[in-house]
C-alpha cells in the first residue's frame, strides 16, 4: 500500500473512545459494500461487509451502518486501539465483481 | 494459509522503460484482480480475471499495459514503456468465483523517474 495519510479527511480519537468513520457512496444500484483498513506499505485489509437487504452487521469491535435511502455507509469502532490507526476505505459493488472504492479516511489513534 | 504475494515490493525504473510486476493468488481462488493506487486515492481496478480469461478490461490502458494468466493462477502485468504517470501501488487481488470479499496483496510501488 501507499502512505496515504497525505491530504486525507483525519479523524484523531483517544484511546479507548469510539471513532465513526463516514463514507458516501454514489450508485443507487450498489448491493454491496466493504469496509478495508489499509495502514501504511501494506495492501487494504478485510474489515467487514454488509449486504444491501440489511441495515447494520456487526463484528469484533466494528460496526457497519447501511442507510439506502440517503446513500451512506458508516463504521464504528468501539475502543479503539493504537493498532487501529490507518487509513480506512469503503468500496461498493454492482452485481459485477468489480469494487469502486471511496475516498480514504485517516484514523489517528493518540495514545 | 498464505495471502496474495507479489513482487517486487518496489521497482524504480527511468522512463519509456518496461516492467513488469507478479502476483499469485490464494490457493483456490479463480479470481484475480489488478488494480492501481495513486497516492490518497483509493485503488482502481485495471483487470480482472475468472481463472484464465480477462472478463473486465476496461479500465486497462492497452497502448502500454497488458497482463496475462496462462495457466489460471499466477498473474503478470506489464508496462511498456512506462510514463511518468505511471507512478503508483500495484495491487493485486484475488476472491472466490463469483464471491465478493477481495483479499489483496501488499502491492509493488512503481516509481518513473
Known amino acids: 500500500g501507499e502512505s496515504v495519510g497525505l491530504h486525507l479527511p483525519t479523524l484523531s480519537v483517544q484511546e479507548g473512545d469510539n471513532s465513526i468513520i463516514n463514507c458516501a457512496y454514489s450508485n443507487s444500484a450498489s448491493d454491496y459494500f466493504i469496509w478495508y483498513k489499509q495502514e501504511s506499505g501494506k495492501g487494504p485489509q478485510f474489515i467487514i461487509d454488509i449486504r444491501s437487504n440489511m441495515d447494520k452487521r456487526q463484528g469484533q469491535r466494528v460496526t457497519v451502518l447501511l442507510n439506502k435511502t440517503v446513500k451512506h455507509l458508516s463504521l464504528q469502532i468501539a475502543a479503539t486501539q493504537p493498532g487501529d490507526s490507518a487509513v480506512y476505505f469503503c468500496?461498493?459493488?454492482?452485481?459485477?465483481?468489480?469494487?469502486?472504492f471511496g475516498k480514504g479516511n485517516q484514523v489517528v489513534v493518540i495514545p | 494459509e498464505a495471502g496474495v504475494v507479489q513482487s517486487p515490493r518496489y521497482k524504480i525504473i527511468e522512463k519509456k522503460q518496461p516492467v513488469a510486476f507478479w502476483c499469485n493468488p490464494i490457493s483456490g481462488h479463480n479470481t484475480l484482480y489488478w488494480y492501481r493506487q495513486n497516492l490518497g486515492q483509493g485503488p482502481e481496478l485495471l483487470i480482472r480475471?475468472?481463472?484464465?480469461?480477462?472478463?473486465?478490461d476496461s479500465q486497462l490502458p492497452k497502448d502500454r499495459f497488458s497482463a496475462e494468466r496462462l495457466k489460471g493462477v499466477d498473474s503478470t502485468l506489464k508496462i511498456q514503456p512506462a510514463e511518468l504517470g505511471d507512478s503508483a501501488v500495484y495491487l493485486c487481488?484475488?476472491?472466490?468465483?463469483?464471491?465478493?470479499?477481495?483479499?489483496f496483496g501488499p502491492g509493488t510501488r512503481l516509481t518513473v523517474t
Open positions: 468500496a461498493e459493488s454492482y452485481g459485477n465483481n468489480r469494487l469502486a
Open positions: 480475471y475468472e481463472n484464465e480469461e480477462a472478463v473486465d
Open positions: 487481488a484475488s476472491s472466490f468465483q463469483q464471491g465478493r470479499e477481495q483479499y
